[in-house]
């Protein structure tokens, strides 16, 4: 089984400030890693996601991760932050063996971003 | 246009009132799944499915049911619902290749009185 841990329910930030958006896996096996942003009332829509290969992930709308296997973690960055990036964010993992189609969640991480 | 679709998107009910939460998937995929959102608590699992007449439990099954006599639908039932089922719901689709992406929809919320 797996297990995801998002350090941070909120994260105030400024604008054009960078952020970080910690996460932490706990898995027995080889996992893929994603992280989803959700807009105010909206669904989830996938920013990047971590299969192999190279540590560092783009993803869209400026945002990367990086995983690290040593200290289990994926954490996620942005360099300069917008007001259209308020949202709440969510990492996910998922299992390799069981094909990576169940996605186990993170508690999410409210960022508001202010002027 | 590729999308997953829920209905209704928003819902009042009233506690033992049995109801459906419908979702619909054009894309031709395999495998469909039921979260509920909940504060503090993520998404978890309701139930999923791998393919047609294929459904298994999830992490939070207890309370629900699904079906999937169409790959493109899979209807969440709840029978006799209760407050706690009070919650955001998404369904996602996804194929069965592997590391292929999920699609949610964009969600239904339920409130139970």
């Known amino acids: 089984a797996q297990s995801v841990t998002q350090l941070d329910s909120q994260v105030p930030v400024f604008e054009e400030a960078p952020v970080e958006l910690r996460c932490n896996y706990s898995s027995s096996v080889s996992v893929y890693l994603f992280w989803y942003v959700q807009y105010p009332n909206q669904g989830l829509q996938l920013l990047l996601k971590y299969l192999s290969g190279s540590t560092l992930v783009k993803g869209i709308n400026g945002f990367e991760a990086e995983f690290n296997k040593s200290q289990t973690s994926f954490h996620l960055r942005k360099p300069s932050v917008h007001i259209s990036d308020t949202a709440e964010y969510f990492c996910?993992?998922?299992?390799?063996?069981?094909?990576?189609?169940?996605?186990?969640f993170g508690t999410g991480t409210q960022l508001k971003v202010e002027l | 246009e590729a999308q997953v679709t829920q209905n209704p998107r928003y819902l009042i009910t009233v506690t033992g009132k049995k109801l459906t939460v419908t979702c619909s998937q054009n894309?031709?995929?395999?495998?469909m799944s039921w979260y509920r959102q909940d504060p503090g608590l993520g998404l978890r699992q309701i139930y999923y499915?791998?393919?047609?007449?294929?459904?298994d439990k999830g992490d939070v099954p207890e309370g629900y049911k699904v079906s999937r006599k169409e790959k493109r639908n899979f209807p969440l039932i709840l029978e006799s619902p209760s407050p706690n089922q009070t919650s955001l719901y998404f369904c996602?689709?996804?194929?069965?290749?592997?590391?292929?992406?999920?699609?949610f929809g964009p969600g239904t919320r339920l409130t139970v009185l």
């Open positions: 996602a689709s996804s194929s069965l290749v592997q590391d292929s992406e999920q699609f």
């Open positions: 894309m031709n995929h395999e495998y």
């Open positions: 499915s791998m393919n047609v007449e294929v459904t």
């Open positions: 996910a993992v998922s299992d390799i063996t069981g094909g990576g189609n169940k996605l186990t």
